[in-house]
């Protein structure tokens, strides 16, 4: 099992930034993908952005050139940096951790909200 908890939503002005934090503890050591999915009222949940366990990035377009994805050093942490906020990017964010121990397993965080303001 692993337990996740997320920090570091709130409301930000547009152009303005937010760091989301992720910390994972539990059986931390079949963790191999990361990332920061979000789901925006009346819309799906969809991948904001995703790091594996080599450090590979992945993000959709839409926050291409403005979040950063990165994983701590003992690799039970996650970030998500987000800069130059945009009104569309509002949301609740969930946290995303997948596990490779005697199979694959999806475990999610409780969500935190990020509202940005025009």
């Known amino acids: 099992q692993v337990q996740l908890v997320e920090s570091g939503g709130g409301l930000v002005q547009a152009g303005g930034s937010l760091r989301l934090s992720c910390a994972a503890s539990g059986r931390v050591f079949s963790i191999s993908n990361m990332g920061w999915y979000r789901q925006a009222p009346g819309k799906q949940r969809e991948l904001a952005a995703s790091i594996d366990s080599g450090g590979n990035t992945n993000y959709a377009d839409s926050v291409k050139g403005r979040f950063t994805i990165s994983r701590s050093s003992a690799k039970n942490v996650v970030y998500l940096e987000m800069n130059s906020l945009k009104p569309e990017d509002t949301a609740v964010y969930y946290c995303?951790?997948?596990?490779?121990?005697?199979?694959?397993?999806?475990?999610w965080g409780q969500g935190t909200q990020v509202t940005v303001s025009s």
């Open positions: 995303n951790v997948r596990t490779l121990f005697l199979g694959v397993s999806d475990y």
